[in-house]
C-alpha cells in the first residue's frame, strides 16, 4: 500500500509527464462510428462511452501517468453509468494508471464517511477523488482517515478555473482571499500525510487561467500536489501553468479533457487523442525546461 | 410541470406539516431482522436497505409531505447502490412524496449541466437536489435553468449544522460573513424562480444549531425555502429551529434523519419511524403555536 503522492510522482517521472488526460466522455460528442448506430437508452450509451474511453486509454496511456474520471457524465445514466464509470476506472488502472475520479463531493461525519468507503476504499481502483471544502474539517477529516489507511489521495478545490470563482474565493477576510485561507487550511490538513516525496497527499485543485494566484498558492501549499484544470480548452497555456510547479519541477500535475479526448470529434479520436497528449507532453515540458526546471 | 416551491408548500399544507424525514439509510444501522442473514455482497446490502426504505415510506407517508435521500449511503454500493437510490424515489413519489436528493453536487458549464439532468430531468422522480456554492454562478446557473423549465427545486448550501462550518462559512469580508454573502447570491439566484406561493424554488440549507445566523439570513433571503438539518440527533430543537420560518409559518423544512429512520433501533423500526414523525410533527406544531405564527 505505496503512499499517493509518492506513487503519482513515481508515475510522472516514469512517464516524464506532469498531465492527466480528463475523460469527460459527453456522449454527445462521442464520434459517430460510436453513437450514429445507436437507440439512446442509458445502457447503450454507457456501452458506447465504455468502448470510447477503452480506445482512448489504450493510445495515452503509454504517454500520460494518470486519467481523471468526470463523474457527472457517467452519473446521467444511472446505474449503468455508474457501472461505466467503475469498469472504466478498472480498464485504466490495469494499464498502469494512476485514477482520479473528479467528484467533488462534500459532506460531513459518517455521510463524509460514506462517500469515502464508496471511492477510497482498500481495494477501489480509483486513487484519488477531488473534494469541496465549504464544510470545513468536519467534511474533510473523514476523507483523509482512508488517504492515510489505504495509500489513497485528496484534491481539495481551492481556486477553480472557471470566471465566476471569483464570487466566492476571492472574497477578502482580513486581508487575504478566501482561497488563500482555504489553502492554508489545506496546507494543515496535509501536514501528517507527506510520503518521502516530500509530497502530501492531501493536494488542492488550482485552476490554470489564475497564474498569479497560483503563484502565491505554491508558497501557502509547499507540499501540496496541485491539480491544475482549465488547460487548453479553458484558454489556459503552458506559460500560464508553470507557477503552479515547484523548483524541482514537481508539484502540479495538469489536466486536459475535451482537448485531449475530442481532439479530432470524429471517427479517428483515438489516434488524434494520442498525438494531442504528445503535444501537451511536449508543451509542458519545453516551458518547464524553459523555466529551467525540467527533473528529466 | 407545476413549480416547485408552490408543490412544496402545498404538500406541507396539505399534512400540516413543515418536516422532511431523511433517508439516509446506512446499512451498518439496519435492524437485524434485515441485515442479520444476509452474506455481505452490495447487491445484497442494497436490497436490504430498499426493504427499510419501502417500510419507512409506508410508516411515515401520511405524516411528512417529503423525504431526503443521502446519495453516500447508496453510492457506497457501486451500480446496485444507485438503482436503489432511484428505486426509492420512484416508490417515494408513488405514494405521494416531495423527493430532495442530498447529492450537495458542484461543478461548472457542461458538467453541471450534465449533473443537473441526471436529477432534475423532466422524467425524473426526484423533485429537487442539493448543491454546494463554492464555485460560484457558472456552478449553479445549468441547475436553476433545469429548476425553471421541469418545475423542479434546488437547496444551495449557505450555512451548514456542523461544528466546523465556521472555518470557511464564518470568515468576515467587509463587515459580512462569508454564509452571508452567499446568503445574497441565493437570493439573487433565486429572483426569477419565485411561484404563486410568493416563494423561490431556488432555496438555501440552514443549519438548526445555528438560530440566531438563521434570523439574519431570512431576512437576507425571505423568498427562499430553507432546508434545516441539524434537528434531533445533532443536536437542534424545535424552538431553535422557528427562526428559519417566515412570519406566515412558511419558508422552512425541518430534517430528521437517523432520529426517525433509526428511532429504535430494533425490527420494529417501521413502527417506531412512524411514531417519530408524528412526535417531530407535534413538537414543531407547537413551537409554531407558541410563536403565534402556525398556518393551520
Not at 494518470?66 to 446505474?79: D, W
Not at 508558497?219 to 515547484?246: H, K, T, W
Amino acid at each position: 500500500m505505496e503512499h499517493f503522492a509518492d506513487r503519482l510522482i513515481e508515475a510522472v517521472n516514469r512517464k516524464q509527464n506532469p498531465s492527466i488526460v480528463g475523460l469527460d466522455s459527453d456522449f454527445s460528442k462521442l464520434p459517430d462510428s460510436l453513437k450514429g448506430s445507436i437507440v439512446e437508452s442509458p445502457e447503450a450509451c454507457s456501452e458506447a462511452i465504455m468502448k470510447f474511453n477503452k480506445s482512448v486509454i489504450d493510445s495515452i496511456k503509454d504517454t500520460v501517468p494518470a486519467v481523471k474520471l468526470q463523474s457527472a457524465f457517467y452519473e446521467i445514466y444511472g446505474p449503468s453509468g455508474v457501472k461505466t464509470f467503475w469498469k472504466t476506472a478498472e480498464y485504466a488502472k490495469s494499464k498502469g494508471l494512476v485514477t482520479v475520479a473528479d467528484v467533488k463531493r462534500n459532506d460531513i461525519g459518517n455521510t463524509s464517511k460514506a462517500y469515502s468507503r464508496a471511492y477510497l476504499g482498500k481495494d477501489s481502483p480509483i486513487d484519488c477523488i477531488t473534494v469541496n471544502p465549504y464544510l470545513g474539517s468536519d467534511g474533510i477529516r473523514p476523507f483523509i482517515d482512508d488517504v492515510d489507511a489505504n495509500g489513497k489521495g485528496i484534491f481539495i478545490l481551492v481556486k477553480t478555473s472557471n470566471p465566476s470563482s471569483s464570487e466566492i474565493q476571492d472574497l477578502t477576510c482580513d486581508g487575504e482571499k478566501v482561497y488563500e485561507k482555504v489553502a492554508g487550511l489545506v496546507n494543515g490538513w496535509g501536514q501528517g500525510s507527506t510520503g518521502t516525496s516530500g509530497y502530501s497527499s492531501v493536494g488542492a485543485v488550482v485552476g490554470a487561467t489564475y497564474p498569479e494566484e497560483a503563484k502565491r498558492l505554491r508558497e501557502i501549499m509547499p507540499r501540496s500536489i496541485f491539480l491544475v484544470p482549465g488547460y487548453g480548452a479553458q484558454g489556459g497555456g503552458a506559460a500560464d501553468v508553470m507557477s503552479c510547479f515547484n523548483k524541482d519541477g514537481h508539484g502540479a500535475l495538469i489536466h486536459s479533457g475535451r482537448g485531449i479526448i475530442f481532439a479530432s470529434g470524429g471517427n479517428d479520436f483515438s489516434e488524434a487523442a494520442g498525438q494531442a497528449a504528445m503535444k501537451m507532453k511536449s508543451d509542458v515540458t519545453k516551458a518547464l525546461k524553459e523555466k529551467g526546471i525540467c527533473p528529466w
